[in-house]
């Protein structure tokens, strides 16, 4: 009986089959992605861990005695031997030489304010397994003088090469000792935790500092001439190549253990400790973990909910195609028992190729996601089957039975009744008589109004308020999707007798009797599925972009421009501006400062930004609401007080006269803000001959004079005249850190200063053009404004370069470009210079060029200024790269897959709604025929039907996801340590793919419509006029 049963609508059970094994299947598949992406972010994200977060760090001294020094190496060999946490490690030492000068600084070398510049000669283990020779060959030991090797970076600052000799002077005893370069090396890993045993391995110079190299002697040679007063070293790395997060907890903990109590378990003196920051990886790697389960909710939510009604549906038309059967069979006795028996046994036929062959085709569908290029670049899937995932595909087909068995098992009603039923059906679903529509709609409006208030899906619901993913929180978009796919069943009378009424003027019975079709039904067929699948589609696709635009924001944020360079050293080199301008591909390069100023009084701090105003719209990349709508006007504003420049035209000779050791030098800028001193280097007359730099528009800004040391109390008098050109401007003062005098101008070509002494016997003033004392316009973040308790509009004092300057807030600025969001200020580089000097006689340092490029020579910009020496660069789309976290590629890939299952099970559903309304209608259209319809009009009849059902649906789905989308999608971005990313993440609307899903199932419904009405006619042109009544 069920086998005869089953054939008679084999069609329609195999398409049940079908959505059950697709269900199932992509419910497995789903536990088994999840599992994999959390083991492949963890693993991805420790080797992308910063190099300080995968090792620890032990310093100490290691003493004069190189026997002593061993035994403190081996000692602590030994104490790490077992690993940590039950993870071997790895242990590297390195010595190092203290107090060794270069006692010949050449090449790019710039000494320190007392005229220094230190050589970092070393010892270190293994170098050749870390760095590749590029010349040369490795030192050996036992040769005179020594061998040493360099970092490529170093060779080019020292101006040294394979051959070469490079005398060290030790400070401590003024000895020269020489070494000659054996070969120059490069990092074969730059990311590798080895090199913090020698940072400046990447520059060639530690930053902030005058110290070279390194110098690489062989371990026998540092123990002969190097050895006195050095220190030592030990990178200790554990193996995390395969590590879990528990691993990773075990492991911090481990190492944190092993910081306490240094010197008496490995023989170090008091100075020993250790630096790691394992417990911060540790800590970071679960909150980073918990953001991308939780993005993981929604398409798991969405795919549920698609499979879900994909069934019901499937079960309802399944129920709908056997009413006749099934009220007969009650007539001829059949019990409701043994209806839902027979239903049961069908179902477990139906569903076992899910439980079957779910998981494993989802093991194979994860498999071949592995696999997509994008991404296997970020993340290495090793997908496993697991006993959770047979369980997930058994729980998905037992509800699969559950709701094909479910509507033989109501009570019935008369056979007489059903077919009355069939053919007079209500017009209103279940849901919309028991008002479940208003029901959803008001959950989700909440779950939306929850969400914005807490911000993030997360809350602390865990265990003793520990953060976690908030189930109502996190289904807000999916609640939105059905909310808004369910209304669908209220528009669709309304807009079916809207329907009809304009088929009606048009005067085509097709289309007439189509929007009467598509308004009869009570399950409304394919609309809700349709609108479920392109609302679930629109909202994973605008989702995914949202995050993706996000991470580009950041990094726009981050970096500032098209490329930031900052200088390791602080001070630019002198040939700086020349190797900049030929750099292929930048159209402009401004210079920048920055420094770290304190924000009243509450001890806070907040950085602050100067960048040539004027030409900061073609350079510094800033998103319009951050500016508050108008970037342009921002940087008006922030001009707005620039003073007029210095002198337009240069002297070219004049007399300087002053005291001995006084060194007088010219200062020039151009309108960028860019500063240059060129020193005065008089004759025995006096007489000097002066030009300003080569390229550029370039003014005289002012003189500055300096002198090592004078007596307290006494005066330094200075005198500048005979210049062949007039100075134009009218006044002119003295300034120094403290004060401003006027200085005696007597004619166009003479300046008179008198300098008094300070206490500290320093002689440091300039000489420049009188500027107003006018507050610098700045503009300020809400976070540095409150630090500061003050208003758009008014004035207060800041500590710049050791000086007092007065700032005006003119504006504020949600963040300032080239920060990661905290508090900070945005200033005019021109404008705070002429205070800085004018009012203080301080010239800053250029610590940055910010670079805007071509977008075809963006790359090739990138690989030259990474070439520069003692150079850092900040590039915005390898920062956007790198921002991908891997928790956030998995989730952003989950979204992409739950639009194509969304595509995949509406289309499904779509097919077989199309085969059971064929089969419905065929006693109709029969009856139609007879009385002479023809083939065209009945086929248009179904694709009418069919066009307003799914179009209907597809609008209302795409309208649906956006509104959800742009409501929800700013809410559930969030930065791997579960803080709302700055600036804030704005919706991104992927209006190409949300709408061609809808596209993409609405020609496929036509498409089915057509060849099943081509197959009907021919069985109506077959079949005597009476065919279907009894169906």
């Not at 508090?823 to 610590?847: E, H, K, T, Y």
Request: hydrophobic share 50%.
């Amino acid at each position: 009986m069920m086998l005869r049963r089953a054939r008679g609508a084999a069609a329609l059970l195999l398409a049940v089959a079908g959505v059950a094994l697709t269900a199932a299947t992509l419910l497995a598949a789903l536990t088994v992605y999840s599992a994999a992406v959390t083991e492949a972010s963890v693993r991805t994200a420790v080797a992308a861990a910063d190099p300080a977060e995968r090792s620890i760090l032990v310093r100490g001294t290691a003493g004069d005695d190189p026997a002593v020094q061993q035994q403190r190496d081996a000692a602590l060999r030994r104490s790490f031997g077992s690993g940590l946490g039950g993870v071997p490690v790895t242990v590297v030492g390195a010595a190092y030489g203290v107090g060794w000068g270069l006692a010949e600084p050449t090449g790019a070398v710039r000494p320190d304010s007392t005229g220094v510049a230190y050589a970092s000669v070393l010892h270190v283990d293994d170098l050749a397994d870390h760095a590749r020779l590029t010349a040369g060959r490795w030192a050996a030991p036992g040769s005179s003088p020594a061998q040493a090797t360099l970092a490529e970076p170093a060779a080019r600052l020292l101006g040294r090469t394979v051959g070469d000799r490079i005398p060290l002077t030790d400070r401590r005893t003024g000895r020269v000792t020489e070494v000659v370069v054996a070969g120059v090396w490069r990092p074969v890993d730059a990311g590798d935790p080895y090199w913090r045993l020698m940072p400046e391995a990447a520059t060639g110079v530690r930053p902030q500092s005058a110290t070279y190299g390194p110098l690489v002697v062989d371990r026998a040679d540092f123990a002969a001439g190097f050895a006195p007063s050095a220190s030592a070293a030990w990178l200790v790395t554990p193996q995390l190549d395969a590590t879990t997060l528990d691993e990773v907890s075990r492991v911090a903990a481990a190492a944190a253990a092993a910081g306490t109590g240094l010197p008496p378990p490995r023989g170090l003196d008091e100075s020993a400790s250790a630096e790691t920051g394992l417990p911060a990886l540790a800590a970071r790697l679960p909150r980073a973990d918990l953001v991308g389960r939780s993005t993981l909710v929604t398409p798991a939510l969405l795919i549920i909910v698609l499979a879900g009604y994909g069934l019901l549906l499937m079960a309802v038309v399944l129920a709908e195609d056997r009413r006749g059967e099934t009220a007969l069979l009650r007539a001829r006795g059949a019990s409701r028992g043994w209806l839902a028996g027979l239903a049961v046994r069908e179902a477990l036929l139906v569903v076992l190729p899910a439980a079957a062959f779910g998981p494993v085709l989802a093991f194979g569908l994860v498999e071949l996601a592995s696999r997509i290029p994008a991404l296997a670049a970020v993340l290495d899937l090793r997908p496993r089957l697991t006993a959770f995932t047979w369980l997930v595909a058994a729980v998905a087909a037992a509800g699969c039975a559950l709701a094909v068995a479910g509507p033989a098992a109501r009570r019935g009603r008369a056979y007489a009744a059903e077919l009355a039923a069939r053919s007079r059906p209500r017009t209103r679903s279940a849901v919309l008589r028991a008002g479940l529509d208003v029901v959803l709609l008001a959950l989700a409006v909440l779950s939306w109004l929850q969400l914005r208030q807490y911000a993030s899906p997360l809350s602390g619901a865990g265990s003793g308020g520990a953060l976690g993913i908030d189930p109502l929180l996190a289904a807000a978009p999916t609640l939105g999707v059905i909310a808004g796919a369910v209304l669908t069943l209220r528009v669709l009378p309304p807009a079916a007798r809207l329907g009809a009424r304009l088929a009606e003027r048009s005067a085509d019975s097709a289309a007439v009797f189509g929007a009467w079709q598509a308004g009869r039904r009570s399950h409304a067929g394919p609309m809700v599925l349709v609108a479920l699948a392109v609302a679930a589609g629109t909202v994973s696709w605008c989702l995914a972009g949202t995050s993706e635009r996000s991470a580009a924001d950041q990094a726009d944020l981050r970096a500032g421009a098209d490329l930031r360079l900052v200088e390791n050293a602080g001070v630019p080199l002198a040939d700086r501006s020349a190797a900049l301008a030929a750099l292929p591909g930048v159209a402009t390069a401004l210079p920048g400062v920055r420094t770290s100023v304190s924000l009243g009084s509450g001890g806070g701090t907040g950085g602050l930004v100067a960048l040539d105003a004027s030409a900061g719209p073609r350079v510094v990349r800033i998103r319009d609401d951050i500016a508050g709508g108008d970037p342009d006007g921002l940087w008006r504003t922030l001009a707005a007080a620039r003073p007029a420049g210095g002198e337009a035209e240069v002297p070219g000779r004049g007399t300087v006269t002053t005291g001995p050791g006084v060194r007088t030098t010219a200062l020039f800028a151009d309108p960028t803000g860019r500063q240059v001193r060129t020193p005065i280097e008089p004759d025995a007359t006096g007489r000097f001959t002066l030009a300003p730099p080569a390229g550029g528009s370039w003014r005289l800004a002012g003189f500055l004079v300096q002198a090592s040391a004078a007596a307290s109390g006494s005066t330094v008098d200075w005198r500048l005249d005979g210049l062949d050109v007039p100075l134009s401007a009218p006044q002119w003062q003295l300034a120094d850190r403290e004060f401003t005098e006027p200085v005696a101008h007597p004619r166009p070509d003479v300046l008179t200063a008198a300098y008094r002494v300070p206490e500290s016997g320093r002689v440091d003033f300039a000489v420049v053009p009188a500027v107003a004392a006018t507050p610098v316009p700045v503009a300020v973040t809400p976070a540095a404004l409150a630090e500061l308790r003050l208003r758009t509009g008014q004035t207060t004092t800041l500590n710049v370069e050791g000086v007092q300057v007065d700032v005006k807030i003119a504006d504020t600025i949600a963040a300032v470009p080239g920060t990661d969001g905290g508090p900070a200020l945005l200033a005019d580089l021109p404008s705070l210079n002429a205070q800085l000097l004018g009012r203080r006689g301080v010239v800053p340092a250029i610590q940055e060029w910010w670079l805007a490029t071509g977008e075809d020579a963006h790359a090739a910009a990138a690989s030259a200024a990474a070439r520069l020496d003692g150079i850092q660069v900040v590039d915005r789309r390898a920062l956007a790269a790198a921002s991908s976290d891997p928790f956030g590629a998995g989730a952003r890939a989950a979204l992409f897959g739950a639009a194509l299952a969304a595509l995949l099970l509406a289309a499904v559903g779509v097919a077989v709604d199309v085969q059971a309304t064929t089969r419905r209608r065929a006693g109709e259209l029969a009856v139609l025929h007879a009385l002479g319809a023809g083939r065209r009009l009945l086929t248009r009849s179904l694709l009418v039907e069919q066009a307003f059902l799914t179009g209907l649906g597809a609008l209302t789905g795409l309208l649906t996801g956006v509104l959800v989308a742009i409501a929800v999608a700013p809410l559930l971005v969030l930065t791997p340590a579960a803080a709302r990313p700055v600036p804030v993440a704005l919706p991104a609307i992927e209006w190409l793919r949300a709408a061609g899903t809808g596209v993409v199932l609405v020609a496929l419904a036509l498409a089915l419509t057509a060849l099943a009405a081509v197959r009907m006619h021919r069985r109506l042109v077959a079949a005597p006029p009476t065919w279907g009544q009894d169906q």
